[in-house]
Nanobody
């Protein structure tokens, strides 16, 4: 059974950096795209960005453009979210999700990892 596992969440000061990882387990994983989402306390889950598994094309929401970078390692079946110049408003639980072959949207989710940015 394929699962996603995030890691790398931590507490940092504003202006700092973190790199989150999302590893897919299972031999049969076949992804179309991988996305990163976040959910702050009392708020709905928000899409942050995504990467196409085949060609590495990325997409970001405006609030993280120029600060966050998504990359993927197809051999390790791992996606990364490099976060620089972190702001307190980036504080949230970060989730990775996979859109697998044949799925219309993201159909596999990780358990989430906490990122806390203090001012």
């Amino acid at each position: 059974q394929v699962q996603l596992a995030e890691s790398g969440g931590d507490s940092v000061q504003a202006g700092g950096s973190l790199r989150l990882s999302c590893a897919a387990s299972g031999r049969t994983f076949s992804g179309v795209a991988m996305g990163w989402f976040r959910q702050a306390p009392g708020q709905e889950r928000e899409f942050v960005g995504s990467v196409r598994w085949a060609n590495g094309d990325t997409y970001y929401i405006d609030s993280v453009k120029g600060r966050f970078t998504i990359s993927r390692d197809r051999v390790r079946k791992t996606v990364y979210l490099q976060m620089n110049s972190l702001k307190p408003e980036d504080t949230a639980v970060y989730y990775c999700a996979a859109q697998r072959a044949g799925a219309e949207g993201y159909d596999l989710w990780g358990q989430g990892t906490q990122v806390t940015v203090s001012s």
